[in-house]
């Protein structure tokens, strides 16, 4: 088990669930938990996690193969307690993005594979789960409240909130609902207080609700116990270090050519002597062209008309405000995507003539760089733009690591007292 970046003994325990490569987890292990196993179906992804938690039993199969039994017969958990159960069941049915949000699509319900492992056996004292915030609003909220219903009835207390990853350091606006429940009696369900603000305010239902509304403006904002909130990470802070290369270049190992510039790189180079996956696609020579015209922080309404693609020349320059962007130094960048296409979003390098690479799109979803991702450039990206990203989660570990400590505290008070009583 890797120990890079992790401030505390690894004595708590977590597994994961929907996987992917493993941005939850690596967030859970800086917060001292080790990861005893781990469930995804894509073989590319279960790999990556893999490559990067060894110590991990794959379950590499759909969720619907999956047993508690299997699990204790094949894992390092045994007959034993999991601390934590964390997930991210597939999201596309709930998105705000996706062309048709329904109840119906059967991606909606593979959390209750979740709550079907939990009461088969498995039964952490906390469970997390991450989502689109597109969830709290799908089905007029009916389906939220069956996700609720359903912990409940499993005997689990939850609580949700949606969270920004740039509130927690990252370099990057990411929305995401979580939810975090226990079958701890006496523990209070929280959320990490954000630790820095940001500009972009919510374009969700539940977005003045469910939010930490105070995160959201400018450097006058209050934090916990009335401290300001920092300052956004920006693109130029998280990546500006890296070397550069051509479009389609770069390598699998780099040697790092300058001193971290600012302490997010600091951070993120912290147990790594090489840099990995510094490799970049290649673009057609039209959106070479394109790309030119663009300048920092711009998109596509700076590219002449006659070089835009047929369609986005019949566009309303308010729409497909992201495509054909080139990232700005000094902000943050929008949400890294599945897919790394100037058609899609904001792509460009904001001083190099190129899309982003691999490990500067993970460095903006903040995977420390020991963390490698494995298969082609095409699965990398994907791994990385579908990956919850690792700061935030570590803010919601450590959170949920206190909340735990603290019940076992209490817990271990009662039996020293119980102890104290009987003996006379």
């Not at 350091?169 to 975090?180: A, D, P, V």
């Not at 780099?254 to 993120?268: D, F, L, T, V, W």
């Not at 982003?356 to 994907?382: C, H, L, M, N």
Request: proline share 6%; hydrophobic share 35%.
């Amino acid at each position: 088990m890797r120990n890079n970046g992790n401030p505390h003994e690894t004595s708590l325990t977590a597994a994961d669930l929907f996987a992917g490569a493993g941005g939850l987890s690596v967030g859970f292990h800086k917060a001292g938990f080790e990861s005893l196993f781990f469930n995804e179906m894509d073989e590319r992804a279960g790999a990556t996690f893999s490559r990067n938690f060894p110590g991990a039993a794959p379950f590499v199969c759909p969720v619907e193969e999956l047993s508690a039994g299997r699990i204790r017969d094949e894992s390092a958990l045994g007959d034993g307690d999991l601390d934590v159960m964390v997930g991210g069941p597939p999201c596309q049915g709930f998105s705000i993005n996706a062309p048709a949000r329904r109840g119906s699509d059967e991606r909606n319900h593979l959390f209750r594979h979740f709550i079907r492992i939990v009461l088969e056996g498995i039964r952490p004292k906390f469970v997390v789960i991450e989502n689109v915030p597109g969830l709290a609003s799908l089905g007029g909220g009916e389906t939220l409240g069956s996700v609720l219903a359903a912990f409940e009835g499993a005997g689990y207390r939850v609580a949700f909130r949606i969270l920004n990853a740039a509130h927690y350091g990252t370099s990057q606006e990411r929305w995401r609902l979580f939810f975090i429940g226990t079958r701890l009696r006496g523990v209070e369900l929280s959320f990490p207080e954000p630790t820095h603000f940001s500009l972009q305010r919510p374009n969700f239902t539940g977005g003045r609700e469910h939010i930490f509304r105070h995160a959201v403006g400018g450097g006058s904002q209050a934090g916990l116990f009335g401290e300001p909130l920092m300052a956004p990470t920006t693109v130029g802070e998280a990546i500006g270090d890296l070397p550069p290369i051509p479009s389609g270049g770069g390598a699998a190992g780099m040697e790092y050519e300058r001193e971290a510039g600012s302490a997010y790189q600091s951070e993120i180079r912290a147990g790594s002597r090489k840099i990995h996956n510094h490799e970049c696609a290649g673009v057609s020579g039209v959106n070479l062209e394109r790309m030119r015209h663009v300048g920092p922080g711009g998109s596509w309404r700076d590219i002449p008309f006659e070089l835009l693609p047929k369609g986005m020349q019949r566009a309303r320059r308010s729409d497909h405000t992201r495509r054909y962007g080139r990232l700005h130094p000094d902000r943050l960048s929008p949400t890294v995507m599945t897919k790394c296409d100037p058609h899609w979003g904001t792509v460009f390098h904001y001083e190099q003539e190129r899309i982003i690479s691999v490990r500067e799109a993970a460095r903006i979803q903040s995977f420390p760089d020991w963390f490698r991702f494995t298969g082609s450039k095409a699965d990398q990206y994907r791994q990385v733009g579908n990956a919850v990203p690792p700061m935030l989660a570590q803010a919601v570990a450590g959170h949920v690591r206190g909340m735990l400590e603290r019940a076992e505290g209490r817990r271990a008070e009662r039996g020293d007292q119980r102890i104290t009583h009987s003996t006379g």
